[in-house]
């Protein structure tokens, strides 16, 4: 079985000429390099008072709600949001899976209005079968490779209607197909091929 395999599971609901991904870029957000108690041993928080209180921009406290709400779901996965211009070939995270999400995904995740109830359950149920069947790839993929075969990147991509295409990236190969099934023979048969 490959050694390091990390998926990505692509919400964004793009057209079907998407191309593939490859590679993964870790990128965790930093903080402070002081731990809370020692600022407010420094007193920085007594000095300067209320203005030394962070507030958080409407789009960062709605990106924490998502971020949360999929983290305490499932918690292999990071969560990023992406533009429609984005190079989704440089967004990964350090845990096993990646959920990117839309803009307009995270704000339907992030609302409590009532009108908006449906379509965030649709949109939840599509997460869990891309979770579901990222799991079940990973699987695979890894009974159909070795050692010393590199997967740099898999994964899935959901269109609005929660139809799914699949992807790999193996050795330098690109491999994408509309069933896993169909992808991982293709995995196989070239592997079949290189080795005679």
Not at 123 to 147: C, H, P, R, V
Not at 168 to 176: E, L
């Amino acid at each position: 079985m490959a050694s390091n395999i990390n998926g990505n599971i692509n919400q964004l609901f793009r057209g079907a000429n998407n191309e593939p991904r490859t590679g993964t870029v870790s990128s965790k957000p930093r903080g402070p390099s002081k731990s809370d108690s020692q600022i407010k041993k420094s007193g920085a928080i007594d000095k300067f008072g209320e203005s030394a209180k962070v507030s958080l921009s409407p789009e960062a406290e709605m990106y924490g709600k998502v971020v949360d709400l999929l983290q305490n779901k499932y918690e292999n996965a990071d969560v990023f949001v992406a533009g429609p211009n984005d190079d989704l070939s440089q967004i990964g995270g350090d845990l096993e899976y990646s959920i990117i999400l839309s803009e307009d995904e995270m704000k339907l995740l992030a609302s409590d209005d009532p009108k908006d109830k449906e379509a965030k359950n649709k949109l939840m149920g599509q997460i869990d079968d891309a979770m579901t069947a990222i799991k079940d790839m990973s699987e695979k993929i890894g009974e159909n490779t070795g050692e010393d075969d590199e997967v740099s990147n898999f994964g899935i991509k959901m269109d609005k209607n929660g139809k799914m295409s699949f992807f790999a990236d193996i050795n330098g190969k690109s491999f994408a197909d509309g069933t896993m099934d169909s992808l991982i023979k293709s995995i196989a048969s070239d592997k079949t091929a290189n080795a005679q």
